[in-house]
């Protein structure tokens, strides 16, 4: 069983017994997302710690893409509520990459595959995206590579 889900249910079961409204929501719902995942298709298989950190960075990223829709509708209330979950998720993600290390990541595998141009952008994307595996929001990295390439 992965140990990260072992850490999400021991957590859940502490914010439960602390009357921790904010974490005890969080964790229940991407609990349910993890159970989801691992009985979406034609079998049901156990997550591992990879899977799972892959589901947390989901949705970290819906709960920030909501915030943004409830700030431009001015709902700033709700907004709050959407960071404070994904600051819980935030906690079980790993540390994300500057933008220095990002860029140095980048120019390291343009250099090692030798890409010249936007044309190439998908090859340094292969190589880079194994590299930063949740360090880094998908975005993110291609807005480095298109500015690399570009520049």
């Known amino acids: 069983m992965a140990a990260l889900k072992d850490r999400l249910r021991a957590d859940l079961t502490a914010a439960m017994k602390a009357r921790d409204d904010v974490r005890t929501r969080t964790l229940r719902m991407v609990l349910t997302s993890v159970t989801n995942e691992e009985v979406s298709g034609s079998a049901a298989h156990e997550l591992s710690d990879d899977d799972v950190l892959r589901v947390l960075t989901r949705e970290a990223r819906r709960r920030r893409e909501a915030a943004e829709a409830f700030d431009s509708a001015g709902r700033s209330d709700q907004a709050a509520g959407e960071r404070a ?40 994307m292969k190589a880079v995206t194994p590299r930063v595996a949740g360090r880094a929001e998908g975005s993110r990295v291609a807005a480095e590579v298109r500015r690399a390439l570009a520049g």
């Open 85 to 124: 979950e994904e600051q819980v998720l935030a906690g079980y993600l790993p540390a994300q990459l500057s933008d220095d290390e990002l860029a140095a990541i980048v120019a390291d595998a343009i250099s090692q595959t030798g890409a010249s141009g936007m044309g190439a952008m998908g090859q340094v």
